[in-house]
C-alpha cells in the first residue's frame, strides 16, 4: 500500500508516523510518500519518519518530493494536510475576530470561514490530481482544517473522501476512563468535527450514560472542555421531548450549585 501525504514537510508528520508504525499490523503500508514544496522541511521530517519507522521495525519506506504529480502517482490514500499562508495567516485568524467581539479560531467563526476561503480551492485543485493520477478509488483523508468546511467541499465535488478529526476518539477514551471501562465499550452519538462538536449520546455496552453525567457531574464536564456548565449541558432535541430534557438540565445546574465545589467557585 502507497499512502501519500500531502503537506508531509508538517511537524505533525511524525506523529502520523508513529501511528503507523504502531498499526503496522492493521495498516499493511510499504511506501511512505512525503510531498511538501519546502525542501528543507522535507529533508528533516523525511530523514526523522524513516528513522522512526526503521526503530520501529517497519518495513515501509519513505519518499520526499516537491512534485505533487509524482507523489500521488499510484497512491491507494492520500492525506492532506496543509495550511495555506502559513502560521502567519492563522495568527491573523485567530486575533482579527476579536476586534468585532468574535471567537478568533482556525476552523469556526470568521476566522475558520476566511481560511475555509483561502483553503477550499487549493484542496480540490489537489484532489482533482489525485483522481488523474492516483490508484482508482484511492481515499482522500481530509485533516486539512476547517475540516468540515473542507470535507464537505470535497464530497460535493465527487471526491471519495473522509474528514479526520481526532476529537470523537479522544471523547470517547476520556468517557471510557471516568466509566473505567475499555474504549470499545463506549460508543457515542457525535456529531459534527473539529472544533465544532457535541455529543447527544454516550452509550457504554447500550445504555445511555449522558443524562446521568450530566446531573451528577456537569461541573467536571465543563471544567474538561473550558466550557460553561450551561452550555455544556444543552440537550436540545428536534423531536417531542426537548421541554423534559431542559427541565433535567436547569436541575442538574441547581443541583450542582448546591455542592459546596459550585459555591466556592
Known sequence: MKLTIVGGGSTYTPELIDGFARLRDQLPIDEVCLVDPDEHRLSLVGGMSQRMLAHAGHPARVVTTTDLVAGVSGADAVLIQLRVGGQDARQA?????????????????????????????VVLRIADVVREHATPGAWIIDFTNPVGIVTRALLQAGHRAVGLCNVAIGFQRRFAEMFGVEHDRVSLGHVGLNHLTWERSIRVDGSDELPGLLRERLLELAEDVHAAPELVAQRAHPRRGCASDRTRTARALRATRRTPEARSS
Open 93 to 121: 485568524d485567530e486575533t482579527w475576530p476579536h476586534e468585532v467581539g468574535c471567537i478568533g479560531q482556525e476552523t469556526t467563526g470568521p476566522g475558520g470561514f476566511a481560511k475555509a476561503l483561502r483553503t477550499v480551492p
